[in-house]
Nanobody, 123 residues
Framework: QVQLVESGGGLVQAGGSLRLSCAAS????????MGWFRQAPGKEREFVAS????????HYADSVKGRFTISRDNAKNTLYLQMNSLKPEDTAVYYC????????????????WGQGTQVTVSS
């Protein structure tokens, strides 16, 4: 059984930075693509970023391009999301998700989910 546990969320002022982590267990992490999603209050869950199993392919939502960076450490079974230049509209619960394929994009990366971590950006 796959388990994903996010951490690193919190309260930050606009313009600040946070790094989210997602620890994976229960499967061969290095073989599968991963992604980050977010859901703001009253809105649908949306794709943020994804990364292939070998880190060679990444995809980003237009709203975060140039500000967020997805990465992974396969030796540590951990996925990261570095978030810079945060804006109040980035406020959401951020979810780590995993694919059953080596490459994915969008909701194709969401075969299983973590429990989420809250990110709040104050203006």
């Amino acid at each position: 059984q796959v388990q994903l546990v996010e951490s690193g969320g919190g309260l930050v002022q606009a313009g600040g930075s946070l790094r989210l982590s997602c620890a994976a267990s229960g499967r061969t992490f290095s073989s599968y693509a991963m992604g980050w999603f977010r859901q703001a209050p009253g809105k649908e869950r949306e794709f943020v970023a994804s990364i292939s199993f070998n880190e060679r392919n990444t995809h980003y939502a237009d709203s975060v391009k140039g500000r967020f960076t997805i990465s992974r450490d396969n030796a540590k079974n951990t996925l990261y999301l570095q978030m810079n230049s945060l804006k109040p509209e980035d406020t959401a619960v951020y979810y780590c998700a995993g694919s059953t394929a080596g490459y994915c994009s969008g909701f194709g990366c969401s075969d299983y989910w973590g429990q989420g971590t809250q990110v709040t950006v104050s203006s």
